[in-house]
């Protein structure tokens, strides 16, 4: 069965970095764009960051752009965020997601910016 596995959340300062990493299995990693979420208390979930399948194309939300950085191991079945100069509103449960004959999500990594 298809499984996400997200790593790498915690508490921050505003200006700090984290790298989070999503350990995917269940399905053939290499062949399928993969795609990170977050969602802010009160909020909708929205698109951070996605990626193609070979790492060679990547797209951000426009707030995010330039601070963070999507990239992808496919021999370690692994996506990473790195997310640079975060921001107090850069705030939430930060999922990772693919669609492979329907939506799968992992179970998220909270990121807490904040003095």
């Known amino acids: 069965q298809v499984q996400l596995v997200e790593s790498g959340g915690g508490l921050v300062q505003p200006g700090g970095s984290l790298r989070l990493s999503c350990a995917a299995s269940?399905?053939?990693?290499?062949?399928?764009?993969m795609r990170w979420y977050r969602q802010a208390p009160g909020k909708e979930r929205e698109l951070v960051a996605s990626?193609?399948?070979?790492?060679?194309?990547?797209t951000y939300a426009g707030s995010v752009k330039g601070r963070f950085t999507i990239s992808r191991d496919n021999a370690k079945s692994t996506m990473y965020l790195q997310m640079n100069s975060l921001k107090p509103e850069d705030t939430a449960v930060y999922y990772c997601?693919?669609?492979?004959?329907?939506?799968?999500w992992g179970q998220g990594t909270p990121v807490t910016v904040s003095s």
């Open positions: 269940g399905f053939t990693f290499s062949n399928y764009g």
């Open positions: 990626i193609s399948v070979s790492g060679g194309t990547t």
């Open positions: 997601h693919v669609f492979f004959f329907r939506d799968y």
